[in-house]
T-cell receptor, first 108, second 118 residues
Framework: LAKTTQPISMDSYEGQEVNITCSHN???????ITWYQQFPSQGPRFIIQ???TKVTNEVASLFIPADRKSSTLSLPRVSLSDTAVYYC?????????FGSGTRLQVQP | GAVVSQHPSRVICKSGTSVKIECRSL??????MFWYRQFPKQSLMLMAT?????????EQGVEKDKFLINHASLTLSTLTVTSAHPEDSSFYIC??????????????FGPGTRLTVL
């Protein structure tokens, strides 16, 4: 089971780019790396997923080095509404195991 | 994207009563669903895996007789908290994977159910 490690919290200001790095040293060959966002009293919301290299969608980018032992979620130009907890997961054919997540606080 | 719903969104009950929470996949079929519990300021903790047509599998430390799971159809799983006590007060979230059989990479989460036991 690939355990993930993320910073507990991060602070940023509106308009800045935020990069959250996650380590998953024991990631399995079949595991994908997925990031979720969670607001208080809501279920997690899928942000982005990747296997290797770089993935980009309309809300974020995900950078995964060749060894896949870490990944970085990049949020461009964050706004106040991006204040949330972000979870990094490495999982494949099994239930998702959530780590502690990173609590991002965006200030004006 | 795929939608997973939960009902009710919040429930308040008296100690000793039972509460049923429904999880539905609205636009896809899910042979497997997952139930999580989340306490304030904490991460999601997997409670059990709900399997359509067979018994649920529970994580270590989760009492199967207290948290009854029934996966009645390919779009519905229910979690019943029996004889609820104040310590069962929590945020319960379900998820359902969509994709190739056995692939849990693409999971969709319900909005959660806030249970308060008085």
């Amino acid at each position: 089971l690939a355990k993930t490690t993320q910073p507990i919290s991060m602070d940023s200001y509106e308009g800045q780019e935020v990069n959250i790095t996650c380590s998953h040293n024991n990631i399995a060959t079949n595991d994908y790396i997925t990031w979720y966002q969670q607001f208080p009293s809501q279920g997690p919301r899928f942000i982005i997923q990747g296997y290797k290299t770089k993935v980009t969608n309309e809300v974020a980018s995900l950078f995964i080095p060749a060894d896949r032992k870490s990944s970085t979620l990049s949020l461009p130009r964050v706004s106040l509404s991006d204040t949330a907890v972000y979870y990094c997961l490495a999982a494949g054919r099994r239930a998702l195991t959530f780590g502690s997540g990173t609590r991002l606080q965006v200030q004006p | 994207g795929a939608v997973v719903s939960q009902h009710p969104s919040r429930v308040i009950c008296k100690s000793g009563t039972s509460v049923k929470i429904e999880c539905r996949s609205l636009d896809f079929q899910a042979t497997t669903m997952f139930w999580y519990r989340q306490f304030p300021k904490q991460s999601l903790m997997l409670m059990a895996t709900s399997n359509e047509g067979s018994k649920a599998t529970y994580e270590q430390g989760v009492e199967k007789d207290k948290f009854l799971i029934n996966h009645a159809s390919l779009t519905l799983s229910t979690l019943t908290v029996t004889s609820a006590h104040p310590e069962d007060s929590s945020f319960y979230i379900c998820s359902a994977p969509r994709g190739a059989s056995g692939s849990y990479n693409e999971q969709f989460f319900g909005p959660g159910t806030r249970l308060t036991v008085l």
